[in-house]
Nanobody, 122 residues
């Protein structure tokens, strides 16, 4: 029904920047709120940021506020995560996800991308 594909991950030095993209497909894609999550080895998957498709509401985990920016481009059915001032603790696999409701919890998101690796060296 809804398929999500992330891109833009890679290796960057601390203090650098990356922009992740999440391309969506599906006839009802615009109905979904979207979010970014991340998971480091041995850690639980955690919420990073979320956005309504209209962009009317934004939310970030405290650890990325002021450094990360979530956005969307409706014409391209794509959302983005601009990641600035990256830190080694940002190293993780980053996932985009879609949900019909508005929430931070992982279980609220029904559709998930395959993930993209972000590695930040010190």
């Amino acid at each position: 029904q809804v398929q999500l594909v992330e891109s833009g991950g890679g290796l960057v030095q601390a203090g650098g920047s990356l922009r992740l993209s999440c391309a969506g497909s599906g006839r009802t894609f615009s109905r979904y709120h979207m979010g970014w999550f991340r998971q480091a080895p041995g850690n639980e998957r955690e919420f990073v940021a979320r956005i309504t498709w209209s962009g009317s509401s934004l939310d970030y985990v405290d650890s990325v506020k002021g450094r990360f920016t979530i956005s969307r481009d409706n014409a391209k059915n794509t959302m983005y995560l601009q990641m600035n001032s990256l830190k080694p603790e940002d190293t993780a696999v980053y996932y985009c996800a879609a949900a019909t409701g508005w929430g931070r919890q992982e279980f609220a998101y029904k559709y998930w991308g395959q993930g993209t690796q972000v590695t930040v060296s010190s």
